[in-house]
């Protein structure tokens, strides 16, 4: 059974980086794409991007200056960046695997994530 | 970005009634549409992806249908453990975008 667990600081400051660790059980890192998704308390979904074995990584045109993800092999963890971060960005942040583009069969519980001076 | 655009975004009914939601894209996206199901403080479940297909752990009293620009889901006879939030979600492109969302809630 795949799992999914996301980790990283809860709190920040404006202007700061948002770092969060997707780990990955039961399955292998090196297949599939793997994605990032917020959702806003009380708001709807959205897709941040996603990262592949092969470097193919596509960010959401609304984040792309501000986003960066890498996948490490060697832990089965892949990880999100998001900089300079501001009230906006507060939300519960997923991880989830997306099997060739076809849709996210399996989440990990999200984190809260809140940017707050 | 193609947008999607649910209705209702909330509705109330009883155990054991019919519902539908809608999901309207707004280019086509032939059947690249999955649904998810998601309860308060957890993560969204897949329910149906390629429009119609049901994961295995749903119940056969849910049914995708739809292609083009217009999608339905509807549970054909609503039960307790249905009353949620349902998300239409495209992946024709990116970047991959969702439905505002339907709520569920008991009438």
């Known amino acids: 059974q795949v799992q999914l667990q996301e980790s990283g600081p809860g709190l920040l400051k404006p202007s700061e980086t948002l770092s969060l660790t997707c780990t990955v059980s039961g399955g292998s890192i090196s297949s599939h794409y793997w994605t990032w998704i917020r959702q806003p308390a009380g708001k709807g979904l959205e897709w941040i991007g996603r990262i592949h074995i092969s470097d193919n990584t596509i960010y959401n045109p609304s984040l792309k200056s501000r986003v960066t993800m890498s996948l490490d092999t060697s832990t089965n963890q892949f990880s999100l960046k998001l900089n300079s971060v501001t009230a906006a960005d507060t939300a519960i942040y997923y991880c989830a695997r997306d099997p060739a583009s076809d849709a996210f069969d399996y989440w990990g519980q999200g984190t809260l994530v809140t940017v707050s001076s | 970005d193609i947008q999607m655009t649910q209705s209702p975004s909330s509705l109330s009914a009883s155990v054991g009634a019919r519902v539908t939601i809608t999901c309207r894209a707004s280019q086509t996206i032939t059947t690249y549409l999955n649904w998810y199901q998601q309860k308060p403080g957890k993560a969204p479940k897949l329910l149906i992806y390629a429009a119609s297909t049901l994961q295995s752990w749903v119940p056969s009293r849910f049914s995708g249908s739809g292609s083009g620009t217009d999608f339905t889901l509807t549970i054909s006879s609503l039960q307790p453990e249905d009353f949620a939030t349902y998300y239409c979600?495209?992946?024709?492109?990116?970047?991959?975008?969702f439905g505002q969302g339907t709520k569920v809630e008991i009438k």
């Open positions: 979600q495209q992946n024709y492109n990116a970047p991959q975008t």
